[in-house]
T-cell receptor, first 114, second 115 residues
């Protein structure tokens, strides 16, 4: 069983600030990590994935992975009110019966206020 | 990103009837599809994993005779809720994974209300 921990928040930041979302995972052998955004009443949307240690940038989003510390984070620069959502961290099962299955954290609720 | 559709987006049915939900990958071949349910303000709960051409693998506590899953092609999986009851009312979401990637893409979800 893979455990994925997230601070449930709520995290509240002003418009234009950097929002920092954190996630830790229990299985040291995990290789693939994902961030999903879920608006209220909607399904999750994949916004970032990262497989290697270090940073990966895509527009205003940066995912950071530190496998030694079993830590993955998501930074949102220049936060906008439209970024207000629940952010889900997920780790993928990579062997046997868990192959391909996503293990989700409970999600961090982010509010960006104007 | 890849596109996954679900149909219907909303359905209301009477207790005791069956409802079929379709999940389609529109621009890629999905060897594996996953079915989730989500109650309001709760986490996603994986119900089953469906591989094309084989029987679905159900999570503990999910009744396979009640939630029938068929994955007959690389672009279509269906979930049938049989003999639905009000407690089956929920948001059902599918996701799909391609042949050579780890990324999973979610459909828009189906909101089921059983009266």
């Amino acid at each position: 069983q893979k455990e994925v921990e997230q601070n449930s928040g709520p995290l509240s930041v002003p418009e234009g600030a950097i929002a920092s979302l954190n996630c830790t995972y229990s299985d040291r052998g995990s290789q693939s990590f994902f961030w999903y955004r879920q608006y209220s009443g909607k399904s999750p949307e994949l916004i970032m994935f990262i497989y290697s240690n270090g940073d990966k940038e895509d527009g205003r989003f940066t995912a950071q992975l530190n496998k030694a510390s079993q830590y993955v984070s998501l930074l949102i620069r220049d936060s906008q009110p439209s970024d207000s959502a629940t952010y889900l961290c997920a780790v993928i099962g990579d062997r046997g019966s868990t192959l391909g299955r996503l293990y989700f954290g409970r999600g961090t609720q982010l509010t960006v206020w104007p | 990103g890849a596109v996954v559709s679900q149909h219907p987006s909303r359905v209301i049915c009477k207790s005791g009837t069956s409802v079929k939900i379709e999940c389609r990958s529109l621009d890629f071949q999905a060897t594996t599809m996953f079915w989730y349910r989500q109650f309001p303000k709760k986490s996603l709960m994986l119900m089953a994993t469906s591989n094309e051409g084989s029987k679905a693998t159900y999570e503990q506590g999910v009744e396979k005779d009640k939630f029938l899953i068929n994955h007959a092609s690389l672009t279509l999986s269906t979930l049938t809720v049989t003999s639905a009851h009000p407690e089956d009312s929920s948001f059902y979401i599918c996701s799909a994974k391609g042949v050579s990637s780890y990324e999973q893409y979610f459909g828009p979800g189906t909101r089921l209300t059983v009266t």
